[in-house]
Structures are given as C-alpha cells and as structure tokens.
C-alpha cells in the first residue's frame, strides 16, 4: 500500500520547509510550487502559453515571476487567467510523480490543495502553522514579495483557521525542534495505520 499525504498551510507557513522533514524521515516529496518554477524556466511547458496570455511576462523565453508579480497586482483577472493555465499542467506532473515515485509515503506539499479539491487524492492531510505575526515577517523578511503582494495572495487563500479544522494533522512550525518533533509522529501514526489496512 502507498500513503499519500497532502501537505498544506497558508502562504510563509512552512510548507516547503516541513516537505524537507518529511524527506529526511524517509518519504517520497512532490512540491506544487517547485513544479510551477519548472513550468516557468526556459523550455518550460507553461511558458508558450503564458506568452500567448501575457506577451511580456516571457520576452526573456521564460516566465518572470517579477513581471508577473507586477501584472497580477495591477489587475485582479490575471491570477486567474494564470491560474487556468498552470493548474492543469501541475496536475499532470503531480500524475507524473504518483506513478514514478519509490517510498511508501508520498507528501504532496500543495499551497491550494483545499482551494483546489486536491484533498479528494489524499488518504490523509497534514497542515503547518504559525501566528499570522510570525507568517507576515517571515513572508516579507524573503524580499521577494511586497506586503501589498502579500496581502493580495493572502486575500486568495482560506483562512488558515479552516484549514486545520480540515486536515487530520496539525504541524506548528514555530521552531526546528518542534517541527520535526512532530513529523516523527505523524509519520510513525501512518506507519501504524498502514500495518492495520
Ligand atoms: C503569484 C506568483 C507569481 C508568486 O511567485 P513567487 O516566486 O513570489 O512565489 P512562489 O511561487 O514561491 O509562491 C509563494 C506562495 O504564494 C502562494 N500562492 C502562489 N500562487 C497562488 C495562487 N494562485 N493563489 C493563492 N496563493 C498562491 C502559495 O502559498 C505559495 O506557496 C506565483 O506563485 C505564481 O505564478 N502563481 C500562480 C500559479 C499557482 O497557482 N501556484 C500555486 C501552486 S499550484
Ligand atoms: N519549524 C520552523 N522553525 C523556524 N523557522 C521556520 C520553520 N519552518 C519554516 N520556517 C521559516 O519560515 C519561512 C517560510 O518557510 P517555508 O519557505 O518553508 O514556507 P512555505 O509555506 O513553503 O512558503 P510559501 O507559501 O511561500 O511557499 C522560512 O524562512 C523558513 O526558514
């Protein structure tokens, strides 16, 4: 038997950082945000039509997250234009890993994975949090985002509040030690549901 995890939480919670946990503990991990830069670089599958939507996000040949960033705040359509054109070639990589992949364990760490129905693939989901406090310095200590940014993909999520109430794990990424204290668990609790399947 394979055990997919769905991985989540809101936007700087610690999602790729918890993914790596995940890894070290021996799981096999696929991550959304990862597939979407390969989507984007040079010789990408999304960049031909993201050119067609938005002709100077890919004049250098691949997407420039820069330009984008810039577009998607001056008008509200464009992430959903965007959106409409990356989710369906993430979902066939995600496709693409699930039938590739060598561990018992497969952790799918997906920013929208409620937005998205993508727990329907899930045999369980594990979401990270922190004080939203703690999220926006973390978010705005990257440098890659502006708080307006920040707040306009913030505004787009589900409150994080019913996140956790959805997920059947709950990860608080507060500190290292914490974080894979609580990953140990979680693992171990799969590990013990799949002897009893
Ligand atoms: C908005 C973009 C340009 C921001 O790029 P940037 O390099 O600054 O950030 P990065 O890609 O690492 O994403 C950071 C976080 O933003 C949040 N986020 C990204 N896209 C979205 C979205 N469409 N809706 C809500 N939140 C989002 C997620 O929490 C994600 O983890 C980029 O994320 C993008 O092109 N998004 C559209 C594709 C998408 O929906 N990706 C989400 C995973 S499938
Ligand atoms: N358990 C933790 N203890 C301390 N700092 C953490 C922990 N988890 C994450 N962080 C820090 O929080 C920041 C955001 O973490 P990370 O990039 O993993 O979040 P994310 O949810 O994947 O972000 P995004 O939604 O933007 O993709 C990073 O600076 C990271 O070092």
């Known amino acids: ?112 994975l409620f937005e998205t129905g993508s727990q329907a693939e899930m045999d369980a989901v594990a979401c990270v949090f922190v004080s939203p406090e703690t999220q926006r310095q973390r978010v705005l200590a990257r440098g890659t985002m502006t708080e307006p940014q920040f707040e306009q993909i913030l505004a787009k999520q589900m409150p994080i509040e019913e996140k956790l109430a959805r997920s059947d794990f709950r990860i608080e990424t507060d500190t290292m030690e914490h974080a894979r204290a609580q990953v140990t668990a979680v693992v171990e609790d799969i590990k013990r549901r799949m002897a009893h399947a």
């Open 1 to 112: 038997m394979v055990f997919s995890l769905g991985l989540t939480g809101s936007i700087g919670m610690g999602k790729s950082t918890t993914a790596a946990l995940f890894k070290e503990a021996g799981c096999a991990v696929w991550d959304a945000d990862a597939a979407v830069h390969a989507l984007y670089a040079k010789g990408g599958a999304a960049v031909g039509p993201i050119g067609n939507a938005f002709p100077e996000v890919t004049a250098a040949g691949f997407v420039d997250r820069d330009i984008l960033k810039e577009l998607i705040s001056l008008n509200k359509s464009v992430l959903k234009v965007l959106e409409d054109i990356v989710h369906p070639l993430v979902q066939a990589d995600r496709q693409r890993f699930r039938t590739t992949a060598e561990a018992d364990i497969l952790v799918f760490d997906i920013p929208l």
